[in-house]
């Protein structure tokens, strides 16, 4: 039963098959997460930082006349405390998934995964280079497990200095080290990230704010980027790709598979089971005509920028994926998938398999995937699928969907912008020096039904590239601006005039996906990278770029801000308030503290068009310090350019 019917489905989304799904939803009474985001209020204390529960003589609500809990701790320690632990449990999620990848290359190197092999050897060579290790007279298989060795080695490291802070720019390292924020190991942060959290122990909000600091970075500058590139090493470094984006990507007459979470390796073998000729002809005999993939959040990222799978759907699209009807299976991994799917997938043929070990969803089906035979799990998964197309019944395809192109890796930039030979990022500086790209920014994270689904992203990525700003995406804001045409050369007919005209001579869109939650980290290594290729200064502190999230929803989004703030970037956040807004004190240390202290720093705006002003504010300031600022009018949207966008 809904708990709360859906009447205006629209005030739920700037997608109109948002809207066509729930009044699915409605006559059904299904519940979504857009009709319990209404139902369930946010409670205004645990929402602002200002409810402690660590311990059995609280839990203790700062409100009203009341400024410290039992122990004492007030305000400040508690909102931090908080914080902290937020981002503790982000860089535990996003680090846990790297150390999953670095385990799947220790086996395949050892050969204990049957026919899966290194896809991307010259990046197995780079990356074997960043950790100093020899490269010459070793075959692939040899440097892999050197490799995966060294990978997780830094998991478990006590002392001294994960190995890729040497990625940072000089100037950042040496701060960090002044600083006492260098990680050690990845686990050892997170660990001391809760430890130092725990009732009656760290008490001082801004040691508490460089212990969050410390422990993103680990996952920044470790868990994450090692995420990113042993995945590169495994499946490929993405290249453009072309797809398409929106629910429309389901098929009528095929079967259809949907693949959800964040981890590829299980996805990348059904996507390759699909296409086996037994699977295929037993399709074919159940009445389907083919077998159809589509993804949604991050594994759908991860398996778009490598295999132009396409995205059905950001998080917000998953129960509604499932309201067409026509998804035979949804196999889910780990992390943003809501247990609500078990109740949609209830009132239709879907069948819901969880495939992690550390992730069983309600009473979903479990197939743990034995992870030295992992292709007969993922064929056991297609063949289910492929018997469930005779149990479909209505289908409701909504018949919308964009076309976009992904797969801007850093290595696929750097060729872009000059060339196969002399691969760099130079008429990328040159072009933010002579001031024709303002700045860049990078639009990455969620979709939250706490705010109208996609409005923020598509609003905050159009008025900046109006501006001149080049964009960068990430997560579900990628696959956001992928549903709403913004992916495509063509977008470039919104740019403000120079970036339009870059645009054209350098053949690259003025929004560019690079990846899924993890591949953020590819963003640090083009900012590091911006920095060292020179003309704007030597540290990524000052650089004209800033990185937004409209839609933020998850411990993992603050923890790439913190990570982004720490490497000395301006992070703006959006739709909902601040976590720490119950300290004003924490609230505005982390912007002008923070900037003091790393150059970066993480403020909380709610309007997509007070992002967009905030974000051109800091990059101009950037360009004034850098003295490359010249006269730029901007292009602010007003409320009629705004109802525009809501397709
Ligand atoms: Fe309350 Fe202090 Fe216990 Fe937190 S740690 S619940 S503030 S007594
Ligand atoms: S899936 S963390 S909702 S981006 Fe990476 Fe999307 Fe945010 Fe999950």
Known sequence: MSDETTTEAEQYSIDPTAAEMLEIADECEISTVFSRSRSIKPCSTGSTGGCCKLCAMGPCRLIGKHDRGVCGADRETIAARNFVRQVAAGAAAHSDHGRDVALTLHAIAHGEIEGVTIADTVKLAKVAGYMGIEVAGKDAMQLAGEVADCALAQFGQQTGELVYVGRAPQKRQDLWRKLGVVPRGIDREVVEALHRTHAGTDQNYQSLLDGAIKCSLASGWGGSMLATDLQDILYGTPTPVRSAANLGVLSDEKVNILIHGHEPLLASMIIDATSEPEMVELAKSLGATGINVAGICCTANESLMRKGVPPAGNMLHQELAILTGAVELMVVDVQCIFQGLTEVASHFHTKLVSSSPKARIGDSEQIVVDEHHPRDAARAIVRSAVENFANRKDVHIPNVSEPLIAGFSHEYIRYMLGGKMRASLTPLNENIVNGKIRGVAAVVGCSSPRAVQD?????????????????????????????HGLLTPETAEFAGESLHEVCEALGIPPVLHMGSCVDNSRILTVLADVAATGGLGDDIAGLPAVALSPEWFSEKALEIATYAVGSGAHVIFGGVGSPVANSPVVEEYMISGWTERYGGSLRFIQEPHDM????????????????????????????????????
């Open 612 to 647: 967009v002003v905030a974000t051109l504010d800091l990059i101009d300031g950037a360009r004034k310090a850098l003295k490359i600022d010249v006269a730029a009018e901007r292009v602010l949207f007003d409320m009629d350019m705004r109802r525009e966008l809501s397709v």
């Open 455 to 483: 409005y923020a992203v598509v609003n905050v990525v159009r008025e900046l590239i109006a501006n001149n700003v080049l964009v960068v995406v990430t997560g579900c804001a990628a696959i956001t601006s992928g549903k």
